[in-house]
Structure formats: C-alpha cells, structure tokens
C-alpha cells in the first residue's frame, strides 16, 4: 500500500476565497484522484490528476472552479476556488497503481465555509 | 442503472451474528471488486479485494463475486462492535481510470 499525506486535515474558510489542498505520497504512482464527499454521501469523482498535462474533470466539475496540478508522479493539489457553503465536504486523495485497481486513500481535508 | 449499487440500509446486526452486505453492478463494471470501510470522520480503508467468481476469505472478512448475476457481497462473521462503520463497494470498468462507488451502507454491531 502507498502512504498518503493530505494536508490541510481541516479548514474553515471564508465564502469567495480560496483553498489549495496538498497531497504527497511516498512512492511513484500511475493514478492520482481527487474526490468529493459530502455529509452522509458517497464519493463523487472530481478529477484525475494526468502527471504533466490538465486535469480530466469529471462532468459538474471545471477547472476553473478546482485548478488541479501534478507535476511529478508523488504530488498534486487541488484548488477549491471562489468557494460558497455549498463547497463545504470532505475532499480526499486516492492513488492507484495502476488502473481498475484498488485505490488508497489520503486523511481527507474537511473543508467547512462560512 | 448506476454502475454500483448497495443496498443503503441502515444495517443492524448483534454482536457475534453474520453482517451480510451485498452489491449489484451493471455490464459496465467487470474488471475488479472492491470493499472498503469507512469509520465516522475518516477516509475509506481497503478491507478486500476480488477479481474471479467464488469466494475470498481474510480472517473475518469474505467476499463473495458473482458474475453471471452481477452481484458482489462482503460477510463478516463474529460481529464486533468495531466492525460498526460505513461500507463501499466498488468496481473497475475497462476504458475508465477509477473506481465507481456504491452509496456505502451504514452497519452497527450492536453489543
């Protein structure tokens, strides 16, 4: 298994700002993801973190609104930009090895915004 | 269809009896089956994986795939009250990077 270190573990923010979450792992890895929980839900698929190159953004999400960068095959972050209440949720880091296979999991950022 | 469904439950079961959770999944999803745990406030764990029909056992754990009926379970024996979390089921598709997700079905073990 890969060890995940997400960071911030948690934030509150204020509306209209911006939030970069950091997600570092300790070995080379293919896939790098970026998901969304939020209270009481399951995940929902933000994007993939493609190593050099943008981002494939799953439908309902933009870039412009989640700015994400990996610029090698351990890191990446993701941005929460302009943020409203409505982005408060958990956001978590996943990798694989490859892909269709198991994922592991970052601590997740809890992201609350007044 | 969603690619990965679970039964959402609440699922209730007493300390030392069998927790049955179960998983359909459509054409989409054939690659490789996963179950994770989710305690309150933290991130999914990996608990099993399977990737052929039959049976797969890990200490308390066994999961179970069938793929004629598109349905992956997860039976845990001896029920323990730390066994009380959230649980994921998940699948791989060809042609997709990730995983898709079930809702998770919410289990207590009660003591």
């Known amino acids: 298994s890969a060890v995940i270190s997400q960071k911030p573990s948690r934030d509150i923010c204020q509306r209209g700002t911006s939030l970069t979450i950091q997600c570092q792992v300790d070995s080379q890895v293919t896939m790098m993801f970026w998901y969304r929980q939020q209270p009481g839900q399951s995940l929902t698929l933000i994007a993939t973190?493609?190593?050099?190159?943008?981002?494939?953004?799953e439908s309902g999400f933009v870039i412009d609104k989640f700015p994400i960068s990996r610029p090698n095959l351990t890191f990446s972050t993701l941005t929460v930009s302009n943020m409203s209440p409505e982005d408060s949720s958990i956001y978590l880091c996943s990798v694989s090895k490859t892909t269709n296979e198991k994922l592991f999991f970052g601590s997740g950022t809890q992201l609350s915004v007044l | 269809q969603k690619e990965v469904e679970q039964n959402s439950g609440p699922l209730s079961v007493p300390e030392g009896a069998i927790a049955s959770l179960n998983c359909t999944y459509s054409?989409?999803?054939?690659?490789?089956f996963f179950w994770y745990r989710q305690y309150s406030g933290k991130s999914p764990e990996l608990i099993m994986s399977?990737?052929?029909?039959g049976d797969k056992e890990d200490g308390r754990f066994t999961a179970q795939l069938n793929k004629a009926s598109q349905y992956v379970s997860l039976l845990i024996r001896d029920s323990q009250p730390s066994d009380s979390a959230t649980y994921l089921c998940a699948g791989g598709a060809a042609g997709a990077n990730n995983l898709f997700f079930g809702t998770g079905t919410r289990l207590t073990v009660i003591p």
């Open positions: 973190a493609n190593q050099g190159s943008e981002a494939t953004y």
């Open positions: 054409d989409r999803v054939s690659q490789s």
């Open positions: 399977i990737y052929s029909n």
